[in-house]
């Protein structure tokens, strides 16, 4: 069906945006402000991100989830985004899929966590359909019993966002700077992060994995591809974001305060 007949029958159309390392700052930036301020159901694929930061969700605690000696040691930015959900590092080697729709826009969706993250279970099912012990386990995708895909949400009063963290790749050291969070999945069974996550490599390709998911979002929208330039699309001064990096000032206080305990 053509975006023109789709229009014609009424479906909602979902505006597919690619990108390919785009700062994690600036695509968190942009999300909020869809959510915000549009109306049209968005699809947003950012293949990778230029260098390692690490993203928390909105009430996280640098202090009781970050190794704050080396990541201050090692400068590496860390941001809190708008959206709830854990703590990611995120690099080249990382692939963001975001869906923001509105409330109705999903035939049997409601807004809530679990709706939204059932449908989406079954839409990433098509993506991996194939591949053995690919599951749904307490909010994160594994295979087997290890980590691949992270999701973070948010619900407002029409809209919702889904946004998730796919490790395509990742640097091993790079998950020294976060602690063993105190609330974790109780599959993880207190196992460090190298031994929890595990590389969707192994499994797919990055371009077999966008195509694929590009084809699912499909099967329930007609989808029409939008080209964005991230600099203007996030400009917007009447917009304050509640996304934000963290000075260095702020962890090096919370890093003395953990020190002193």
């Known amino acids: 069906m053509s975006v023109l007949q789709a229009r014609k029958a009424g479906f909602p159309l979902m505006n597919l945006v690619r990108f390919k390392g785009v700062p994690i700052l600036k695509l968190l930036q942009l999300e909020e402000k869809l959510l915000r301020t549009s109306s049209d159901n968005w699809c ?31 400068r590496v930015p860390v941001i809190r985004r708008f959206t709830g959900g854990g703590t990611v590092v995120v690099d080249p080697g990382t692939i963001f899929v975001t869906l923001i729709c509105n409330k109705n826009a999903v035939p049997g969706v409601q807004p809530y966590p679990h709706s939204i993250m059932y449908w989406t279970s079954l839409l990433y099912n098509k993506v991996f359909e194939g591949i053995n012990d690919i599951q749904l386990r307490e909010n994160d995708y594994v295979f087997g019993n290890r980590k691949f895909g992270g999701n973070a949400q948010s619900i407002t009063r029409k809209r919702w966002i889904h ?20 609330k974790a999945p109780e599959y993880r069974l207190a196992r460090c992060h190298t031994k929890f996550v595990c590389r969707m490599r192994d499994y797919m390709s990055r371009s077999v994995f966008i195509d694929k998911t590009v084809k699912a979002v499909g099967n329930y929208f007609p989808v029409k591809p939008v080209g964005l330039d991230i600099d203007t699309a996030i400009h917007d001064p009447k917009i304050v974001h509640s996304t934000r990096l963290l000075i260095k000032q702020e962890l090096e206080e919370l890093h003395l305060k953990t020190l002193s305990h």
């Open 44 to 74: 947003i694929i950012n293949d990778g991100t230029n260098a390692p930061n690490i993203v928390m969700g909105l009430s996280g605690k640098a202090s009781e989830l970050l190794e704050l000696g080396p990541v201050l040691e090692d």
């Open 163 to 182: 946004h998730t963290s796919f490790l395509w790749d990742f640097e091993g050291k790079n998950m020294g700077y976060l602690k063993l969070p105190q």
